[in-house]
T-cell receptor, first 112, second 115 residues
Framework: KNQVEQSPQSLIILEGKNCTLQ??????????LRWYKQDTGRGPVSLTI?????NTKSNGRYTATLDADTKQSSLHITASQLSDSASYIC???????????FGRGTSLIVHP | TAGITQAPTSQILAAGRSMTLRCTQD?????MYWYRQDLGLGLRLIHY???????GKGEVPDGYSVSRANTDDFPLTLASAVPSQTSVYFC??????????????FGSGTRLTVV
């Protein structure tokens, strides 16, 4: 069964600090991996999408990396802001499938 | 603003009653989805539709039905609600069902409580 594991489950950091969230997956064959940000009470919003051939992709202060050999991805947030407080969800799609696998998310809290 | 509109925002429903959650998109996306999100669990796919006129079952389809009469609308119906269907329901869309190039656009969700 395809699985997506995210760590840590939750994280608290101070404003201005950097942090890195992890995503390990067993989905095969791999098609693409996406990171979403979900604010409390809202739907998820796409941050990055990466295919097999891409190692890194940035979106402002968010940088995602992908190692397709080890089946790992990370999301690095630089100079965190209070508005970064949210749940970050890793989603991996299997080639040929209409049903992506969602991780349970990492809850990030940024304190002033 | 282009996107997905879900209605209602929240609802309390008596067990055994039926209800339809509405979802409309204005992006002309071919594929649409219904997910439920429960505390401590990832988003789980209920039903999907790759194009108007077709639907498919996701991971947790039991107790739910959908229809896709046109491109824009994708209603989700609970025929006889049970307390285990208490959840937050998200509708989503993408430009294509298989390996969408731009990911999914999600609605703001419907919080359903079945009592």
């Amino acid at each position: 069964k395809n699985q997506v594991e995210q760590s840590p489950q939750s994280l608290i950091i101070l404003e201005g600090k950097n942090c890195t969230l992890q995503c390990n997956y067993t989905v095969s064959p791999f098609s693409n991996l996406r990171w979403y940000k979900q604010d409390t009470g809202r739907g998820p919003v796409s941050l990055t999408i990466m295919t097999f051939s891409e190692n890194t992709k940035s979106n402002g202060r968010y940088t995602a990396t992908l190692d397709a050999d080890t089946k790992q991805s990370s999301l690095h947030i630089t100079a965190s802001q209070l508005s970064d407080s949210a749940s970050y969800i890793c989603v991996v799609s299997e080639g040929g499938s209409y049903i992506p696998t969602f991780g349970r998310g990492t809850s990030l809290i940024v304190h002033p | 603003t282009a996107g997905i509109t879900q209605a209602p925002t929240s609802q309390i429903l008596a067990a055994g009653r039926s209800m339809t959650l509405r979802c409309t998109q204005d992006m002309r996306h071919n594929a649409m989805y219904w997910y439920r999100q429960d505390l401590g669990l990832g988003l789980r796919l209920i039903h999907y539709s790759n194009t108007a006129g077709t639907t498919g079952k996701g991971e947790v389809p039991d107790g739910y039905s959908v229809s896709r009469a046109n491109t824009d609308d994708f209603p989700l119906t609970l025929a006889s609600a049970v307390p285990s269907q208490t959840s937050v329901y998200f509708c989503a869309s993408s430009d294509s069902g298989q390996e969408p190039t731009e990911g999914y656009t999600f609605g703001s969700g419907t919080r359903l409580t079945v009592v």
